[in-house]
């Protein structure tokens, strides 16, 4: 692997990377690419002459399709060298953006929030009863949950953090997007203190995973499969947004310092815990492959 420190470009003092110009221009393109996934899907609603209630949850995550568009085409005309760390690493993209580190992403993603779930479960917190394994909604599901992880991903990770990078530290790029990232969250149904840290934490280990691994996916990867895994398979609430058409469904909760049944497992302090395990991971694993790199 090589190491990003090393493949640090001079930088660049152009006027569109000074960061109230980025933040201004990502607020930007995540309010109208909202307002366009929203209407996109509108028009599709009314074509078929209205959808059940889990069909519209999926489209909620599918409606962040117009953030996903916007990000993708201003990096694609403004941003090239942002524009090619989202593409795969055989056509020059991030070097980690690969299937491997794709599936990595998803298993540790999954890994992350379960195991929040099960202690919540084990703790007594949990009650579940299962329903129907649509595999059709359930792998839809999938699909649509990228689709909004993966535009969280793109307006903070990608163009917050790679356009900021041209003029900053990268240290202040990764605070920046951070920031962004977490003030995103501050008017989610039951937000907390703990729950704000949480998304801190996650927004800094995913920012750390893209600087050391040098991978776009790997995030998206991970953002996707802890959303999926606490929504659309446990049917918890997902950033206090309660869920439809789950595998399991919840049949109770209570709070404890394992669960907040107001904003899920990501109100708790185990899932801080967890993000910091990540963040803590991949600092060592970017350390020791320097150190490797330099021996030979």
Known sequence: MTDPAVMEKPVRRK???????????????????????????????????????DIMFLFMYLSFIGIDALVLL???????????SFLPAKAGGGRGNTGRHFALGLLLGCAMNGLCILLAW???????SVGRFRVFYLAA???????????EELVARGYIMGASRERYPV??????????FTALHLGNPGITVVALTEIAAIGLALSLIIY??????MAIAIHTAWNYTQ??????????????????????????????????????????????????????????????????
């Open 15 to 53: 006027i569109r990377h000074f960061f109230l110009i980025v933040l201004f221009l990502a607020l930007l393109m995540t309010l109208f690419g909202q307002i366009l996934g929203d209407v996109l899907l509108s028009v599709v609603v009314m074509a078929v002459g209205g959808v059940s209630d």
């Open 74 to 84: 201003y990096c694609f005309l403004f941003e090239k060298d942002v524009f090619r």
């Open 122 to 128: 084990l703790h007594g917190d949990l009650s579940f």
């Open 141 to 151: 599901g999938l699909l649509c949950v990228c689709v909004q992880s993966g535009a």
């Open 171 to 180: 240290w202040f790029a990764i605070l920046l997007n951070t920031l962004f």
């Open 212 to 217: 050391c691994f040098d991978s776009m996916w």
């Open 231 to 296: 929504s659309l398979l446990c049917g918890l609430p997902n950033s206090g947004i309660v869920s439809q058409g789950s595998f399991l469904h919840l049949e109770s909760a209570r709070t404890s310092f394992l669960y907040d049944a107001a904003f899920g497992v990501e109100g708790t302090i185990p899932s801080v815990l967890v993000s910091a395990v990540l963040i803590a991971g991949t600092v060592f694993i970017f350390r020791r492959q320097r150190v490797v790199n330099v021996e030979k």
